[in-house]
């Protein structure tokens, strides 16, 4: 799995996890219903760590929470 799959599971996963809505995420987050629309559907190839931060933030977790999820141990080689 690519990094970028995994963020976009994870944010998937955290929303859920809380009941809200992507654009319920976006809101809270202040974050543009596109960017992370775009995000999640990978019109995005590399989400910026300030859009991660500001979902993190409007989630109540930090960057460490969102990144020690099981999904980010077992990443593939990117380079190729």
């Known amino acids: 799995m690519k990094s970028r799959e995994a963020v976009v599971l994870r944010i ?3 929303a859920e996890s809380r009941d809200i809505t992507i ?3 976006a809101t809270i987050s202040a974050v543009p219903p596109t960017t992370l629309k775009n995000i999640i559907y990978g019109n995005t190839e ?3 760590i300030a859009t991660i931060t500001k979902l ?3 989630l109540g977790i ?3 929470e969102f ?3 099981d999904i980010f141990g077992c990443l593939e080689q990117e380079i190729e």
Do not use: V, Y
């Open 23 to 25: 654009n319920n995420l």
């Open 46 to 48: 590399n989400p910026g």
């Open 56 to 58: 993190c933030d409007g």
């Open 62 to 64: 930090t960057l460490k």
């Open 67 to 69: 990144f020690s999820a």
């Open 12 to 14: 998937l996963e955290l």
